[in-house]
């Protein structure tokens, strides 16, 4: 079973930023998609960015020039880098692991925009 252990999360000021991180607790496999997913409170889930084993991103267009996702393949991690923070990205933001076989989601950690 995998677990995925997210941190980072926490109040930032709008303009500000964060740094998500998304460690397995196992190896990860060769081929996956690792990708960040926030939900804000009366809203659905939503995709923000996926990363593929290979280092193709992809952003939805809110986060696009702000946010960056990487990974570390060596630590079992991918990261989310969120800049120019606004309100708007209030949520938590749950990691998400796709190897070819089955789906792994992490608790969620918290990320709270205001002044």
């Known amino acids: 079973q995998v677990q995925l252990v997210e941190s980072g999360g926490g109040l930032v000021q709008p303009g500000g930023s964060l740094r998500l991180s998304c460690t397995a607790s196992?190896?990860?496999?060769?081929?996956?998609?690792m990708g960040w997913y926030r939900q804000a409170p009366g809203k659905q889930r939503e995709l923000v960015a996926t990363?593929?084993?290979?280092?193709?991103?992809n952003y939805a267009d809110s986060v696009k020039g702000r946010f960056t996702i990487s990974r570390d393949n060596a630590k079992n991690t991918a990261y989310l880098q969120m800049n120019s923070l606004k309100p708007e990205d209030t949520a938590v933001y749950y990691c998400n692991y796709r190897p070819l076989v089955g789906e792994y989601w992490g608790q969620g950690t918290q990320v709270t925009v205001s002044s």
């Open positions: 990363v593929t084993s290979g280092g193709t991103t």
């Open positions: 196992v190896k990860i496999f060769s081929f996956y998609i």
